[in-house]
């Protein structure tokens, strides 16, 4: 561990993705459910065991970048209850938002990962392999998702192709993220994949699973 701050990878940097949970705006496919309202819950209580968990892991410092603001009143209390720091994430498409915020992350790291907020089958020990295969030399590492996408994106030097002319949302994220790294000579590491909350099926199962407190 880092004498300084106390962190297992002191030269990494970790970004969470949130959305402001607000009925309507988050989850709409799970709200075909369960409702808005109970949409919001849950991913509100997604959100907050992400950021708890991972702040408390002590990997790398954390940081959380929130949208459409970061002037959530429950934004703040994370920011203060946790020591994450907080930014507003940068306008465009998803892709170009990761892409911005990783390259800002490198700026003042070796490396650095991106999250989101609604994979609570995600686990710290995973991230921790992610981190170790940038610091063992990876360009990039992933941790797919099984509905096509990723759970977890880092990168070691900055490459725009694999944050652009993506079709996010779309079951061929991955695949194509996948092939655009090979074709970029990057060297990629994609780790063993891991599922996340989209519908009443996926939060059934992680229920079930007691991923959910």
Known sequence: MS??????????????????????????????????VGATRAYSLMAEQTVRR????????VSLYATPHSRSALFQRWRREYGVALHQQ?????????HHVLGQC???????VIIGSDAPA????????????????????????????????????RCLRLFTGIRWGSSRVMQTTRARAITSGMRTCFL??????????????ARRSGLLE
């Open 90 to 98: 940068p306008t465009g498409n998803l892709g170009r938002r990761m």
């Open 122 to 157: 995600l686990t710290t020990a995973q991230i921790a392999e992610a981190l170790q295969s940038l610091n063992n030399g990876a360009d990039a590492v992933f941790i797919p998702c099984e509905d096509g996408g990723y759970a977890l994106a880092g990168l070691s030097r």
């Open 192 to 205: 063993q994949p891991t599922w996340d909350v989209d519908n009443i099926v996926d939060l059934r199962r």
């Open 54 to 61: 991972v702040s408390q892991a002590r990997l790398a410092p």
């Open 106 to 112: 490198l700026r003042k790291h070796q490396a650095a």
């Open 3 to 36: 004498k300084a701050g106390g962190y297992r990878f002191d030269n990494t940097s970790i970004a969470i993705f949130a959305r402001v949970p607000q009925p309507g705006q988050v989850k709409t496919r799970l709200a075909r459910g369960i409702g808005n």
